[in-house]
């Protein structure tokens, strides 16, 4: 009879159940590079240890308040896995976090992702790593960590999914919004979107189904493009334009135009007494709205809450200072437009 214990007897193995830690391994040893190209004062961006350590003294500051957030990317993660394109994805990922804590007045110092799928593909992995490191780089943030999951069972074939983590830090007499420099008659100045950035994809991705249209077919809005390319525009990153008006106290609010459009997010920067009064013909809406105004025959009203509308940030600042901000935008490659301003409740 054989021996149960015999070691010719080949028992399962993390393999066996769809893991595989020399996978793990790999990947780690092939990020190593990226998250080093993000390293900036106060970090050194290694990984391999059990947590991420951020010097906030040799970042600079002085009395700092820590600012952080969470996101994902919604549903353009499926357009990116039926497309093949992944390296722009993590790019998403990363804006969709430092944008919401510049709203907060606030500098990204690090960022962490967390990277789950059912099955890892060193390779697939690495190329949404590098849209991460990217998107670092664009903010200004250290990529100090993250964890990769692989779960079979979880994910059907090469489905995964991104959460993004960003701490960031603000003086405690720059944080925004200031709501006692607020009153009626001030500016609303809107800054140009890359496009849909990472929200409204769901509805996205029925107009497409409905258009009858392939992934990979012409793009009816962008010449050159296929559609796919086109709607995987990654979110614009607003970090090094904007934080220097912030930091010379040009802002007293900011709202960063995710779900719900200009109508939902600008009163969150907003305090009770006073309310957006928007222009909505004060820019020119980008084609792939119009296009997908017509072709879902989607309601105004609709539109303006489910997409950005070519609008990612609005900022509000005082009249006197309307001209300068607008050239300082202008002057750091930015797009903007007054696109209307506060009135009372």
Avoid at 236 to 241: C, F, L, T, V
Wanted: aromatic share 6%; charged share 25%.
């Amino acid at each position: 009879m054989p021996d149960s214990n015999s070691d010719t007897q080949k028992g399962l193995s993390y393999s066996d159940a769809g893991v595989n830690i020399d996978e793990g391994d790999r990947l780690v040893d092939a990020i190593k590079p990226l998250a080093k190209s993000t390293r900036r004062a106060g970090a050194d961006a290694a990984l391999g240890g059990f947590g991420g350590a951020f010097d906030l003294k040799a970042a600079g500051f002085k009395d700092p308040v820590l600012i952080s957030g969470t996101d994902g990317v919604g549903t353009k993660l499926r357009i990116a896995i039926d497309t093949g394109k992944l390296d722009t994805v993590g790019i998403d990922l990363v804006a969709m976090c430092v944008n919401d804590v510049l709203a907060q007045g606030a500098e990204p110092l690090f960022f962490l992702d967390y990277f789950a799928t059912g099955r890892l593909d060193t390779s697939k992995a690495k190329d949404v790593v590098s849209g991460i490191a990217e998107g670092c780089r664009q903010a200004g943030a250290a990529l100090i960590g993250g964890e990769t999951a692989e779960m079979p069972g979880m994910y059907a074939g090469d489905d995964f999914d991104l959460a993004g983590f960003v701490v960031g830090a603000v003086e405690r007499d720059a944080i925004l919004p200031r709501h006692q420099d607020m009153a009626a008659g001030d500016i609303l100045i809107g800054v140009a979107s890359s496009g849909p950035h990472s929200n409204g994809y769901s509805l996205i991705r029925k107009v497409v189904e409905v258009s009858g249209l392939s992934w990979d077919a012409p793009s009816p809005f962008a010449e050159g493009q296929s559609l796919g390319e086109s709607l995987m525009s990654p979110t614009k990153i607003y970090i090094k334009s904007i934080l220097p008006l912030i930091k010379d106290g040009l802002v007293s609010g900011l709202a960063h135009i995710t779900g719900g459009g200009l109508t939902d997010n600008t009163p969150r920067m907003l305090p009770g007494t006073l309310t957006p009064e928007f222009d909505f013909g004060a820019w020119p809406r980008p084609d792939v709205f119009k296009w997908l105004k017509e072709t879902g025959q989607i309601a105004e009203e609709e539109m303006r809450r489910a997409f950005n509308c070519g609008i990612g940030l609005v900022i509000c600042v005082k009249p006197d200072n309307e001209a300068k901000v607008l050239s300082a935008l202008k002057e750091s490659g930015e797009t903007a437009w007054t696109i209307g301003t506060l009135k009372a409740t």
